[in-house]
């Protein structure tokens, strides 16, 4: 089968084999779904242009007639007032049916993602992940059998497109994040502190990949599964990323991808502070393999 995760941000395509229980090959590329979302309230028709375009690409890599095709998509498509239109049109052009699933449905299937990596990397404990998107952050505690998920409407595109600066986004991210730091106090409250702080999508991945010495190109999942983060590793890479030319900045993240890390950062360490945990475990696996994983149930 291959899953499919329209995110706010990047759009995502991966195999899976239902038998086997193994991920095959997998694309990815930047949409921006979100882009302006947090002033004009709609998908723009420039990211729609966007997200189709990248789904007949990914068509040349996978085999879309000869699979089972699962296909979700996230906060900007639940925040935007033109989202069913939008759907609609990217179903007429590529024939892919995206679903808007809730935020709590979100957390749980990266959660799921998170599970399986973990099991594999034979790291155990109470945990939480936080999945910080282009337009939300996913955050979910996993207690043995208890789960405990929310969702907060707080990401990297729109944040670093709702202030001018980054010292403007320092300035007001506590405040942003203040509903997250309640939450995270809730549990904390009524379950205890978790034994692990566990991070996926692009900003810690790519935090990751820098300290490994990796660039946009050369990034390899693989090698990001399991890295430990602390608070001055995003510290020094935001300095080391500000320092760089916009050429330099280009090769180091992605194209157009510089901004929104930068941002990403400062939502991650306050992350840090928040969850109060000393370091933090990456895991590259999010949203598009647990809804892989979860069809295959």
Same mark, same amino acid.
């Given at each position: ?11 995502? $395509?991966?195999? $899976? ?27 723009? =028709? ?19 007639? !000869?699979?089972?095709?699962? @296909? ?6 639940? *925040?935007?007032? =033109?989202? !069913? ?19 709590? +449905?979100?957390?749980?299937? &990266?959660?799921? @993602?998170?599970?399986?990596?973990? +099991? ?10 936080? #999945? ?5 952050? /996913?955050? @979910? ?26 010292? #403007?986004? %320092? ?9 997250? #730091?309640?939450?995270?106090? =809730?549990?904390?409250? +009524?379950?205890?502190?978790? #034994? ?8 810690? &991945? ?6 490994? %010495? ?13 890295? /430990? ?9 935001? =300095? ?5 030319? !916009? ?25 840090? +502070?928040?969850?109060?945990?000393? !370091? ?7 949203? *598009? /393999? ?8």
């Amino acid at each position: 089968m291959i899953a499919i995760d329209l995110g706010s941000n990047t759009l995502r $395509f991966i195999e $899976f084999d239902c038998e086997s229980r193994e991920f095959g090959k997998s694309y990815e590329k930047m949409v921006k779904t979100a882009d302006n979302l947090a002033h004009s309230g709609i998908i723009s =028709n420039e990211a729609y242009e966007r997200v189709v375009e990248t789904i007949l690409d990914a068509k040349k890599i996978f085999d879309f007639s !000869s699979h089972k095709i699962s @296909a979700v998509t996230t906060e900007a498509m639940r *925040r935007a007032s =033109n989202s !069913s239109r939008v759907l609609a049109d990217i179903y007429s052009a590529t024939g892919v049916k995206f679903e808007i699933i809730s935020g709590e +449905k979100e957390a749980l299937l &990266t959660l799921e @993602a998170v599970k399986y990596r973990l +099991k594999k990397l034979d790291i155990n404990g109470s945990f939480v992940v936080v #999945d910080i998107g282009g337009a939300s952050t /996913e955050v @979910a505690f996993c207690y043995g059998d208890e789960i405990v998920t929310n969702s907060f409407p707080i990401g990297i595109v729109t944040t670093a497109q709702r202030y001018t600066t980054l010292t #403007d986004i %320092g300035d007001s991210i506590s405040a942003d994040m203040v509903d997250i #730091d309640q939450f995270v106090k =809730n549990t904390y409250d +009524k379950y205890g502190v978790v #034994d692990r702080f566990v991070a996926t999508a692009g900003t810690p &991945t790519t935090v990751a990949a820098m300290k490994l %010495g990796q660039n946009y190109t050369t990034y390899r999942p693989e090698k990001i599964n399991g890295i /430990e983060l602390y608070i001055e590793d995003l510290d020094r890479e935001l =300095n080391h990323l500000l320092s760089l030319s !916009s050429k330099d900045r280009e090769l180091l993240v992605g194209v157009g991808r510089g901004d929104l890390v930068s941002a990403g950062i400062l939502i991650y360490r306050e992350l840090f +502070k928040i969850i109060g945990l000393e !370091s933090c475990i990456v895991i590259d696996d999010g949203l *598009r /393999e647990g809804l892989a994983l979860q069809s295959c149930k």
